[in-house]
Nanobody, 125 residues
Framework: QVQLVESGGGLVQPGGSLRLSCAAS????????LAWFRQVPGKEREFLVV????????DFADSIRGRFTISIDSAKNTLYLEMKGLKPEDTAVYYC??????????????????WGQGTQVTVSS
């Protein structure tokens, strides 16, 4: 069974920064790719970024390109999402995900095998 544990969400003022972590674990599990999505109540879950572990590749949604970056700790199967210049419209529940092996690039919601429990990010003054 694969487990995804997200952390790092919280309340931040507009223009502020947060770093989210996604730690993937499981018996004999080594993720090929990890991704972040987010969801606002009443809206569909939105793709944000996908990262491939080896070779290192990544792709970002236009809505966050230039403001959010990622880093990978392959030894810990952990993907970090560094969020800067946060805006109120970034308020959402952020989900870590494991896309299916060699699924579409970037993946859609339907390409995800496993989801984390989500972490709330609130951007408000």
């Amino acid at each position: 069974q694969v487990q995804l544990v997200e952390s790092g969400g919280g309340l931040v003022q507009p223009g502020g920064s947060l770093r989210l972590s996604c730690a993937a674990s499981g018996r004999s599990f080594s993720p090929f790719r990890l991704a972040w999505f987010r969801q606002v109540p009443g809206k569909e879950r939105e793709f944000l970024v996908v990262a491939q572990m080896d070779p290192h590749l990544s792709d970002f949604a236009d809505s966050i390109r230039g403001r959010f970056t990622i880093s990978i700790d392959s030894a810990k199967n952990t993907l970090y999402l560094e969020m800067k210049g946060l805006k109120p419209e970034d308020t959402a529940v952020y989900y870590c995900a494991v896309p299916k092996y060699r699924s579409a690039w970037p993946p859609s919601r339907g390409d995800v095998n496993f989801w984390g429990q989500g972490t709330q990010v609130t951007v408000s003054s």
